[in-house]
């Protein structure tokens, strides 16, 4: 498949990116690391196509038998 057109990435400064800072407790680590992966799965889902959420939606209909 060397005829499909990839996407560009959209690389995020790490100056608006939520840090981890350096001591505190667990669960401040696990408040950071979950802002951190929201803000990454923000940038994949502005970066998806139309066609390719439509793809997403239309599968997510379909009937799954286990």
Known sequence: MPHIKKK???VEPP???PHF???????E???E????MHVLQDQIDDS??????????EY???KQYW
Do not use: H, S, V, Y
């Open 60 to 62: 997510a209909k379909q």
């Open 15 to 17: 100056e608006k990116m």
């Open 8 to 10: 560009k990435k959209i």
């Open 48 to 57: 998806e196509t139309l066609e390719e959420k439509k793809k997403k939606i």
């Open 33 to 36: 690391a979950d802002q951190l």
């Open 29 to 31: 680590w696990e408040e």
């Open 21 to 27: 800072q350096w001591g505190g407790r667990t669960q």
